[in-house]
């Protein structure tokens, strides 16, 4: 997919936050610190402060080395700086990895692929070259089918440790490639690791994440993968010169697996997971530890009530997908992403190069940079606006904005306005277009599947509504230039801007908004017939 949760001003006394090692999580968790608070509700927290002057609404409390202390009181925690994302924090952040590995994946063959036909030998042969990149994206639809069974068997940590054995392996094989079978050997190995990964980070945090902040750390997917391709175009940059760097880029691509796989031998499981596979003690200490302990009890309830009502097995199966309200999930996951797809993200992104050519940036590595940090920057507006506006209103904003920016750009082509107002409206439309698509279109559909899918197919669900994205994105980037030469950029963009209209529609009728509610009122009132 780093944090962009607001900050509220804070009272003015000068506060001194404690780090330590929780006792529950001090043997199983011990590189995950904690701030030593007391859990007052979801959102608020009392936070133990040195007192350094009275202030109003704040209560002194005795210590037993006799210093005075304070507690921050309900009333001026809503005031102060919430910590509530804190917890969940650093396994978000390790799960997200995978999606930075993913958007390295997706930059590092922009320029080296050149370099890399040259080296084994089938220069000049553009179905070759095409085949090295496209073979990712047949790993990736068979990661993506297969995840739904995998994280129901072992649930998310897991699996994610197992899915770093093709991401490293693939790399690796990319790296010391000597012909042609053995680079497509790992590329493929790499897109069948890919597909599991993003598959199973929107599922691990919108099932760990706590409610008030599902969408905000949710958000983290589509960062991760923006600082991904950054990453790999940045570190590109010598592949200009020395042709053989693409090798030293592979390398540096197993290295997040690593990480990935230590990381998460520290991290939670999804609590949810643990409760169905029958282990409600070390889901308990799970709630404890990420959502606070006056929780736990609630909670519980919820997850056993849900798990009861979803009936008995703990495994589903592809065909309750048939049935509602899984199929209804499954086809509003399958649509947002046929939509997604058909708006245009990969031709747009394929011709950005080109528009800023034309107004003198020449240099398409600087060109696809500006594209990475306007994709970044939508991101993080994402972040802070998705638990404050919504989803839908983020969903159906992002889809008319880009709408707007294909119409900009198609009218700039089709009517004679110039050639540098033409060129500007084309830069404008585009890093427009990008802007959008990163404040709705592209995190908010990661987000809002696993939130509509129930607690039982929810893995099947997700691993249905990824392997189509990867289908139509593969038929969009075959059919893309054949359209564009044989209709002309003004039409296609225009085409674009239509599908965007009938998303931003789509998503007005068809989504329910879920901010604030967690997923087991989500999937009862689902199950219920109610949004």
């Known amino acids: 997919m780093l944090e962009a949760i607001p900050f509220l001003s804070a009272p003015a006394w000068h506060s001194t936050i404690l780090l330590q090692t929780p006792t529950i999580l001090s043997k199983k968790y011990p590189l995950f610190p904690s701030i030593s608070c007391l859990l007052l509700s979801n959102k608020d927290f009392k936070l133990r402060a040195a007192k350094q002057r009275q202030n109003p609404g704040l209560e002194p409390q005795d210590s037993a080395d006799g210093e005075n202390k304070l507690h921050l009181t309900e009333k001026n925690a809503d005031e102060g700086i919430e910590f509530g994302w804190l917890p969940a924090f650093l396994h978000v952040l390790t799960a997200s990895m995978s999606n930075f590995l993913f958007g390295y994946h997706i930059g590092v063959m922009n320029g080296p692929i050149v370099s890399i036909a040259k080296e084994l030998g089938f220069e000049g042969n553009s179905f070759l070259e095409g085949l090295v990149v496209s073979i990712f994206i047949g790993g990736a639809f068979i990661g993506s089918i297969s995840c739904g069974s995998l994280v129901d068997k072992l649930g998310c940590r897991r699996t994610f440790q197992i899915d770093t054995i ?29 597909g599991v990964n993003t598959v199973l980070v929107p599922i691990y945090i919108s099932e760990i994440a706590p409610t008030k902040y599902r969408g905000a750390l949710g958000t983290f997917a589509q960062i991760g993968t923006c600082l991904g391709i950054i990453a790999s175009l940045c570190l590109g940059i010598p592949s200009e010169n020395d042709p053989h760097w693409w090798r030293v880029m592979l390398y540096m691509a197993s290295i997040p697996g690593f990480v990935i796989a230590l990381g998460m031998q520290f991290a939670v499981d999804s609590p949810r997971w643990l409760c169905k596979a029958g282990k409600v003690g070390e889901a308990k200490e799970v709630i404890s530890r990420i959502w606070g302990p006056s929780e736990v009890d609630k909670v519980i309830e919820e997850f056993q009530s849900v798990i009861k009502n979803d009936g008995n097995g703990f495994d589903s199966d592809w065909v309750e997908l048939l049935a509602e309200p899984h199929s209804r999930a499954a086809l509003i996951g399958g649509a947002l992403f046929i939509l997604q797809q058909f708006a245009g993200i990969n031709g747009v992104l394929y011709f950005s190069s080109l528009t800023f050519r034309d107004v003198g940036i020449t240099s398409s590595a600087l060109a696809s940079l500006y594209v990475g ?22 969903l159906i904003g992002s889809y008319l904005g880009m709408a707007v920016s294909m119409f900009a750009i198609a009218g700039g ?119």
Not at 373 to 394: E, F, W
């Open 166 to 194: 093709p991401l490293i392996l693939g790399a690796i094989i990319s790296a010391q490639a000597d012909s042609l079978n053995e680079i497509l050997c790992g590329r493929f190995l790499v897109g069948l690791g890919i």
């Open 373 to 394: 940090c306007t994709n970044l920057a939508g991101a993080l507006c994402a972040s802070y606006l998705m638990d404050k506006q919504g989803r839908q209103v983020l």
């Open 413 to 531: 082509i089709s009517f004679p306005l110039g050639s540098e107002i033409s060129s500007n409206l084309s830069i404008f439309g585009t890093i427009m277009y990008i802007f959008t698509f990163a404040l709705g279109a592209g995190p908010v559909t990661g987000i809002i599947i696993p939130e509509l899918s129930s607690n039982r197919t929810r893995g099947k669900i997700m691993a249905f509504s990824f392997s189509v994205h990867w289908v139509f994105n593969f038929l969009v980037g075959l059919y893309f230039l054949e359209l564009v030469d044989k209709f002309g950029v003004a039409p296609v963009y225009a085409g674009f801007g239509g599908v965007s209209l009938l998303a931003a529609v789509f998503a007005y009728y068809f989504i329910v908004e879920t901010k604030g509610r967690s997923l087991e009122e989500i999937e009862v009132s689902l199950s219920q017939g109610r949004k």
